[in-house]
């Protein structure tokens, strides 16, 4: 089934299972060729099962997941929108996402600080008082307090995520 695009088939299976339809077409062009390939794909809903509960698994972890591969060159890295926060110590977006205050609920994104609940828009916006998620900052945390997180970084340089004032990522 779909075996030259295993994600393909694990998509379809979640959708076809959360839709409640039992059989999907796939149809595939080879870039190539142009030749068709086309297969009926019945649902099975154990591998969907499998494939939400993992999705579960990674957004609510305490802990981002790690890197598909320390090989910057890999494939699939290259191809990744994260690749320059994740294999060369690049900018993490400044999200909702990826603020300590912000957590992943049961019916979206619920954030600590101003305690509600934020939209999507709200998500991609953030709020001026930001403060990133220690994993993601290529340093060690040394101090804290309400609205500033110190880091000692890579290079043995510090730098300090102040919500209190508006300050640019250390890329």
Known sequence: ???AKPQHAAQMQVYMHLTGITRALYMAVCKNTD??????????????ERLLEKAGRIIFAQHPPLRISEDAAWFECRFCD?????QEGGCVAI?????????PVES??????????????????AC???LF???LIPGEAIDAADDIVTYRMVDGSTWANDARITEVAPC
């Open 95 to 103: 999200t909702c996402r990826s603020c300590l205050h912000a957590t």
């Open 133 to 135: 998620i220690p994993d």
């Open 128 to 130: 001026g008082r930001h």
């Open 82 to 86: 994260h690749h320059a926060a994740c």
């Open 1 to 3: 089934m779909v075996l």
């Open 35 to 48: 030749a068709l390939h086309i297969e009926r794909i019945e649902v099975d809903s154990a591998m969907a």
């Open 108 to 125: 979206g994104w619920h954030c600590a600080r101003h305690d509600r609940m934020l939209s999507p828009a709200e998500q991609r916006a």
